[in-house]
């Protein structure tokens, strides 16, 4: 695919190392020198410098014959013009990055598509809706719903108490004859490999696991993997930025009990008069000595969303110290997330993977609804309709010639999550979930076109 991305900033260039490793042909507009000279250096893809909302500049990036434009400048209304340009003059496919959340609200009375924007993408609202279903399933650290909660995947720590340590998952699967979640993958306590669980797949402790469930699965994985689920009505929260408002409104509206702390007092002003259910401080969070006036100890969960990774880090630190049962950090640098067990936070989340994640199923070929990448796994979670010439169309799962390096977690048929075992039949229509490493990528989509 032809890709052209304006905005060299963490979004983009993370966007364009991502896509630069598929191959993808990768042009990437800035007007600023420096960064694209960083990117030129480091990655092996086209820099054009100027301002994407230049058709010249557009026209020498060959926009004609792209396929896809992507907008994640710092300007909304750059983005926002560039895919209007970029579709008139013959790109096939746009997304653009915006911060005002109004429009995704809005998305079907406004109908963007009309325009020329066929995706609009909001890192703060992907981050936001992250941290409500981390908080829904709190005993899990990782988690992604595919139709709205249909299927879930959930990613969790394999502690000591859990029954299956040292099991395989044939052995596992026994426990619950009436099975409604299935392994997807794993990764080995201080290994950096990915594994996608077989049969004959021992269960270890420290394993960082992946499950795909139904609704039904929830309360049995919390019963297999040893994990209590943590109520979780108290909530304070670190930082009044789009991150923090958002997820504040969210917990309020859903009578939660919210304490929002912001250094910034003018800023700490506006927050309290959007959130007139949350209670809203003004205070440095860094700060013990604040945090134990507001009864940290009392809180069931700290989540740190400030502009700034090491307070986030160091502030979710102090939380778990006094012992709070979920911490969430806000971090920008990816690197933090190989920390995130063995410091003792519970999540880390990233706005710039949650909207290169939300992106990248542009790519893919098929039909893809949905995909996920998994946080500090190599393999991703893809959603594909099932169309009348796939090959997967009318074929039992045992007799399909899938990848060893790829398994189907579930299917969507009828508006109901199922967990598809070896028998199960793929039908026209149905949404079939499925966890790949990257090598086994380009097979999947094969059997989905």
């Known amino acids: 695919m032809k890709i052209i991305i304006a905005g060299a900033g963490e979004v983009g260039f993370h966007l364009a190392k ?158 619950f004859p009436e099975v409604h979640f299935m392994p997807i993958a794993l990764q080995r306590m201080g290994t950096q490999y990915t594994v996608i669980p077989r049969g004959d797949t021992v269960f270890k402790e420290g394993d960082q696991l992946y499950f795909i469930t139904s609704a039904e699965g929830v309360d049995e994985l919390y019963k297999l993997t040893g994990m209590k689920k943590k109520e979780i009505k108290n909530v304070m929260i670190l930082g009044g930025s789009k991150v923090g408002c958002k997820t504040a409104h969210y917990l309020c509206s859903n009578k939660f009990n919210v304490k929002l702390i912001e250094k910034d007092k003018e800023k700490a002003f506006d927050v309290a008069d ?51 049962k979920k911490t969430i950090a806000l971090v920008e640098n990816m690197d933090y997330f190989q920390l995130s067990q063995s410091i003792g936070i519970d999540t880390l989340i990233n706005k710039k993977l949650l909207a290169a994640n939300n992106i990248f199923r542009y790519i893919r070929r098929g039909e893809v609804l949905a995909l996920t990448r998994l946080n500090n796994l190599n393999a991703e979670i893809l959603e594909f309709e099932v169309k009348p010439t796939s090959l997967v169309n009318g074929e039992i799962i045992k007799e399909l010639d899938f990848p060893r390096d790829a398994i189907i977690g579930g299917v969507i048929r009828d508006g109901k999550g199922i967990i598809a075992l070896g028998d199960f039949k793929i039908l026209e229509g149905d949404k079939v979930v499925v966890c790949s490493l990257p090598k086994a990528i380009s097979r999947i989509e094969k059997l989905f076109l």
């Open 274 to 324: 959007t959130l007139p259910n949350a209670l809203v401080i003004n205070g440095d969070g860094r700060n013990v000595e604040l945090l134990d006036e507001e009864s940290l100890d009392s809180m069931d969960a700290f989540i740190a969303v400030t502009g700034n990774s090491e307070t986030n880090i160091m502030s979710c630190l102090v939380a778990k110290s006094k012992g709070m």
């Open 18 to 175: 991502l896509l630069s490793y598929e191959s993808q042909d990768i042009t990437l507009i800035d007007t600023d020198k420096e960064s694209l000279s960083y990117a030129d250096n480091h990655l092996d893809i086209r820099v054009l410098k100027g301002d994407a909302t230049s058709v010249s500049v557009l026209q020498d990036a060959n926009v004609e014959n792209s396929d896809l434009v992507i907008g994640v400048t710092a300007s909304e209304t750059t983005n926002l013009t560039l895919c209007l340009l970029a579709k008139q003059l013959g790109c096939k496919k746009t997304i653009a990055r915006i911060s005002n959340t109004e429009f995704v609200d809005n998305k079907e009375l406004i109908k963007f598509d009309n325009l020329g924007i066929d995706e609009l993408i909001s890192p703060e609202e992907l981050a936001a809706t992250e941290i409500q279903l981390l908080l829904n399933q709190s005993a899990f650290n990782d988690t992604y719903e595919f139709e709205e909660g249909l299927l879930t995947m959930v990613g969790v720590f394999l502690p000591k108490t859990a029954p299956f340590v040292g099991k395989m998952v044939k052995e596992a699967a026994t426990i």
